[in-house]
């Protein structure tokens, strides 16, 4: 079946550089598109959200963009933190309803 | 306003035995929706509850059941427990308004011997 997933397993970054976290997915019909952080020990955490009617979004040193020609999804973190190492998942929405599919997780890890 | 509760924290179970596991939603929530995390894997769809009702199911044998009380709040039960159960098995809850994610809860971790 269709399914979100991601072209890194593990990513190292250097204390305050900028990292990018990348995620394809298959579902043209998806039509809503979440990050989430997940640290050791925890439930994943809302990032940030973004319609498929736009092709980017920012937050708080968070930035999504969308590429629905070539159905890729990536989160940018800004001058990234050791606070920031964390698994991501990217999760998609398709058809009725709100049940959302997950990719398998980027490990991010931030040296000092 | 509380987050999405789910308890136990931790559950041992031994094999062939059933585990059951618990989970409040926030409050206005009516979705209630149950994933499993096996270690070092992704979240895998379990089940999706909503107004009392299960809305959707995901490709987990039928051992794996669940309900969602009057008030919300939802329950998932493991029967026949194997050694492969052992995983977090996180809840979370949303809103009908389309555009919001969910809030997830802690988790449980089942660990079965």
């Known amino acids: 079946g269709e399914s979100v997933g991601l072209h890194l397993p593990t990513l190292s970054v250097q204390e305050g550089d900028n990292s990018i976290i990348n995620c394809a997915y298959s579902?043209?019909?998806?039509?809503?598109f979440i990050w989430y952080k997940q640290e050791s020990g925890k439930g994943p955490q809302f990032i940030i959200d973004?319609?498929?009617?736009?092709d980017k979004r920012q937050g708080q040193r968070v930035t999504v963009l969308l590429n629905k020609t070539v159905k890729h999804l990536s989160l940018q973190i800004a001058a990234t933190q050791p606070g920031d190492s964390a698994v991501y998942f990217c999760?998609?929405?398709?058809?009725?309803?709100?049940?959302?599919?997950f990719g398998t997780g980027t490990q991010l890890k931030v040296e000092l | 306003e509380a987050g999405v509760t789910q308890s136990p924290t931790h559950l041992i179970k031994t094999r062939g035995q059933q585990a059951t596991l618990r989970c409040s939603p926030i409050?206005?929530?009516?979705?209630v929706y149950w994933y499993q995390q096996a270690l070092g894997l992704g979240l895998q769809f379990l089940l999706w509850?909503?107004?009392?009702?299960?809305?959707n199911r995901g490709n987990f044998p039928p051992r794996f059941s669940g309900r969602q009380f009057p008030n919300y709040s939802s329950e998932l039960n493991v029967n026949a427990l194997e050694l492969e159960d052992s995983a977090l098995y996180l809840c979370?809850?949303?809103?009908?308004?389309?555009?919001?994610?969910?809030?997830f809860g802690s988790g449980t971790r089942l660990t079965v011997v």
């Open positions: 999760a998609e929405r398709t058809g009725g309803g709100n049940k959302l599919t």
């Open positions: 973004i319609r498929s009617n736009m």
């Open positions: 409050s206005g929530h009516t979705s």
């Open positions: 979370a809850s949303s809103s009908r308004d389309r555009g919001y994610g969910y809030t």
């Open positions: 579902n043209s019909a998806s039509d809503y």
């Open positions: 509850y909503d107004e009392g009702e299960e809305r």
